[in-house]
């Protein structure tokens, strides 16, 4: 079970760091990624983590702005996002997969979604 937190309303370039807690003792073996979905917009592809944190990967519209990290020991993964734009308003949903290239991979092929958490950027 996968439960997000740290959404909310901000203003335009400022940040927001989101959390996502895993449950059970596998969190740690698992790829996790961040996706986002916008009013009226497919749901796309933010961020992934390999299970170790060693290898990274991020959608081209946030690359330099939002960090991707996870503490293993916490079961959590997180998503710092810098210079927030109104563009980045959605819900957005940590998954959880096998591998990494699930998680990249278009569609992407998640175990498990998170219920999302509303990220609202104001001009």
């Known amino acids: 079970r996968l439960v997000e937190s740290g959404g909310g309303l901000v203003q335009a370039g400022k940040s927001l760091r989101l959390s996502c807690s895993g449950s059970?003792?596998?969190?740690?073996?698992?790829?996790m990624g961040w996706f986002r979905q916008a009013p009226g917009k497919e749901r796309e592809f933010v961020a992934a983590i390999s299970w170790t944190g060693g290898t990274t990967n991020y959608a081209d519209a946030v690359k330099g702005r939002f960090t991707i990290s996870r503490d293993n020991a916490k079961n959590t993964v997180y998503l710092q996002m810098n210079s927030l734009k109104p563009d980045d308003t959605a819900v957005y949903y940590c998954?959880?997969?096998?591998?990494?290239?699930?998680?990249?991979?278009?569609?992407?092929?998640?175990?498990?979604w998170g219920q999302g958490t509303q990220v609202t950027v104001s001009s």
């Open positions: 998954a959880a997969g096998p591998s990494l290239r699930g998680i990249v991979s278009t569609p992407a092929t998640p175990s498990y």
């Open positions: 059970g003792r596998s969190f740690s073996s698992y790829a």
